[in-house]
C-alpha cells in the first residue's frame, strides 16, 4: 500500500463519519421506540392564534394512513392540549406555538425538545414504534409558574 492509496482511505473514512453524522442528526433514533423524520418550521401571528387555521382548534388530526397532525399552542404555564394520545406504529407531524412567551416543548426521555417562540412555528415530524408514556416540560424559564408547565404524551398499543 503506497501513501496515496491510504490517504484516500482516510479521506473515504472521514466521508463515511460526516455522511453518519448528517444521517444521525437527521433520521438518529431520538428514544426509544421514537425516531425524528423531520425538523422545520414556519412564522405566525401570535396576537391571532385563536383564528389561526391550525391553531384555533388545537389537537390531534388523522391525516390518513399512519400520519398523525399534532397542533399545540404554549401558554403561561400550561399546553393546549394537555394530554396527547398518537397510536403506535404513527408518524407524527408536531405543529407548536406560543400565544406568550418563549416556552420550549420537551418530551422526556426522548430528544424531541425544541424552542417555541412568539410567532414562530416549530415542526418536527417523529415515529413513534412502540407504545408508551411521556412526559412533556417546559424547559425554558417562562415565569412563576414555568416548574408546573407540563403535559403528557401517550403512545397507545
Ligand atoms: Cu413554559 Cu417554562
Known sequence: MNIHTY?????????????GFI???TYGAVGPGVSMVDDDGGSID???ISDHERFGDTGVTHVGGNEYEVDVVAQAWSYSPGEIEV???SEVTFYVTSRDVTHSFSVVGTNINTMVIPGEVSQMTVEFDEPGEYGILCNEYCGQG???MEGKLTVVP
Open 7 to 19: 490517504e484516500k482511505l482516510w479521506l473515504a473514512a472521514a466521508m463515511v463519519l460526516i455522511v
Open 146 to 148: 414555568h416548574h408546573n
Open 87 to 89: 397510536p403506535a406504529g
Open 23 to 25: 444521517a444521525t442528526i
Open 46 to 48: 401570535p396576537d391571532a
